[in-house]
């Protein structure tokens, strides 16, 4: 398995405040991906970074906010949690970008915002 | 932008036989990779077979193999032999450029 890990694995936290979520590699990959999943939708890119400090938005970015300050941790930020940020959380890694290689994932966050 | 339909949201199959799930998509591009993703009831993402568009032959992977017709854009994923352990959610994948779009996924459970 990759060396994935996401912290904290389970997190329950009311409407409004902060909420940051870790993952952590082993692999010292290039690119790393933040996703959500939700019934009927799959999962969907939240915010991905190829480098450190080097970031870019995906599909459903509005909300939330990424840091990349070393290769192996990214770091997911909501700054306000909203009921609908309630979700499985994931992080993936890639050697090469995602069109050329597969991603790796960990093994999810689930968070509820009440 | 990119959009990917699997139109099966449930489906079974008797342990032994074949199962074959449905995958379509929408792009304009050319050069992209498709994937299928298996997620067992541990919520894990596992890669289970990987097809890139300009390869005109079908990937397979041991009991797992694709059917690709580009000009129709879609991707079957066919499972031989299912076994117990292929019960879960699988998950059609389209990639370009950094951006990867799952479908819905389809729940397959395999029957005794």
């Known amino acids: 398995d990759a060396g994935i890990t996401q912290s904290p694995r389970h997190k329950v936290t009311e409407t409004g405040t902060p909420v940051t979520l870790r993952c952590h590699q082993t692999?010292?990959?290039?690119?790393m991906y933040w996703y959500r999943q939700d019934p009927g939708h799959g999962l969907r890119l939240i915010h991905y970074?190829?480098?450190?400090?080097?970031?870019d938005k995906g599909e459903v970015s509005d909300g939330y906010s990424v840091s990349r300050s070393k290769t192996e941790d990214f770091l997911l930020t909501l700054e306000s949690a909203t009921s609908s940020q309630t979700s499985v959380y994931f992080c993936?890694?890639?050697?090469?970008?995602?069109?050329?290689?597969?991603?790796?994932f960990g093994p999810g966050t689930r968070l509820t915002v009440l | 932008a990119q959009t990917v339909t699997q139109s099966q949201p449930e489906m079974s199959v008797q342990e032994a036989e074949t199962v074959t799930l449905s995958c379509t998509y929408d792009?304009?591009?050319?050069?992209?990779?498709l994937f299928w993703y298996k997620q067992p009831p541990s919520r894990q993402m596992i890669l289970v077979i990987r097809?890139?568009?300009?390869?005109?032959q079908n990937a397979t992977e041991n009991r797992f193999s694709v059917n690709f017709q580009k000009a129709a854009k879609s991707f079957s994923l066919k499972i031989s032999d299912s076994q117990l352990g292929d019960t879960a959610m699988y998950f059609c994948?389209?990639?370009?450029?950094?951006?990867?779009?799952f479908g819905a996924g389809t729940r397959l459970t395999v029957k005794p």
């Open positions: 994948a389209f990639a370009y450029n950094n951006d990867m779009r």
């Open positions: 097809q890139e568009a300009y390869k005109q």
């Open positions: 993936a890694i890639s050697a090469r970008g995602s069109s050329y290689n597969e991603q790796f």
């Open positions: 970074s190829y480098g450190v400090k080097d970031t």
């Open positions: 692999e010292n990959h290039r690119y």
């Open positions: 792009t304009s591009e050319s050069n992209y990779y």
